[in-house]
């Protein structure tokens, strides 16, 4: 494959999408209206009693932004683990749209079918996939440019320039968020490494979210905040899970600061001992 030439691109600054409501608990399959891949998937829950304050909590704890940082590459595992297996369309909702669902709400911000659900998962998890391959034989800034407001506005992208080298994105959904964090990977190389927090967990490694090498450049963090963790919730449990060590690194410090200020002490004293002789 031949080496990517370095080159000047255009700055990109990216809107979070509007906010929609987490479900707290997967949609039971019989709930949804229709026959087969054409149920219906409603954008909110409609249990009674759904405790949007506490989910609007727990999402802002589980998350650096509602919508996350790696939402593609997570779409794109939930797609892979479904076609290791049986791939009905009972699967496909409690398996794939239910933990969308629960983790961050709609993909498309309006009620869809199963049908339509499943060919947006399956393009994000495509793409996520082939992003370091979109500029493969671009060699202008131009054609970077054109390549990434291609991939946008054909999902309904707003886009407004800044100035001559800058763009801003505004994805109205969490379908568009993906798309721009897609296009984003490929127009800087971003690379992901597992959040450290989900590393000391107990989830389960399907569920483990990701950390970009760069941040989201946002309207308030220009080139990007980076982050270690996926969420504030991540970055308790790894303080917790490190504390013994931590707090053994100080007992075991302190207890060398005291051994070597003995040592010092003996010194000295064998220093007398021998000017008294």
């Known amino acids: 494959m031949p080496k990517r030439t370095a080159k000047k691109l255009p700055t990109i600054q990216i809107s979070v999408p509007p906010e929609v409501p987490p479900w707290n608990e997967a949609p039971a399959f019989e709930s949804l209206q229709g026959r087969g891949w054409q149920r219906l998937v409603p954008v909110e829950s409609g249990l009674r009693g759904f405790a949007l304050a506490a989910a609007t909590t727990y999402r802002e704890n589980a998350f650096t932004a509602w919508s996350g940082s790696d939402t593609h590459r997570f779409v794109r595992g939930l797609i892979a683990d479904f076609n290791r297996g049986e791939t009905g369309v009972r699967r496909f909702a409690e398996t794939v749209v239910g933990p969308l669902l629960t983790t961050h709400g709609s993909l498309f911000g309006e009620p869809r079918t199963l049908r339509e659900w499943r060919t947006a998962m399956n393009d994000i998890a495509e793409a996520a996939m082939q992003a370091d391959q979109f500029l493969e034989g671009l060699t202008s800034k131009d054609e970077t440019l054109q390549l990434f407001t ?33 296009a984003r990977d490929a127009w800087q190389d971003i690379t992901y490494s597992v959040c450290e927090g989900c590393r000391v967990s107990n989830l389960s490694p399907r569920v483990w979210r990701e950390i970009p090498s760069s941040g989201v450049p946002t309207l308030n963090f220009r080139g990007g905040r980076k ?48 000017r008294a002789k």
Do not use: M
């Open 150 to 182: 291609t991939l946008t506005t054909r999902f309904g992208y707003g886009t407004s320039f800044v100035g001559p080298d800058g763009i801003i994105l505004r994805p109205p959904n969490l379908e568009s968020w993906c798309w721009t964090l897609i």
């Open 227 to 274: 982050n270690r963790f996926c969420g504030r919730r991540c970055t308790n449990r790894y303080s917790v899970a490190h504390r013994p060590a931590k707090a053994a690194q100080k007992h075991q410090k302190a207890a060398q600061k005291h051994l070597d200020g003995l040592r010092s002490e003996l010194e000295q004293l064998r220093k007398v001992s021998r």
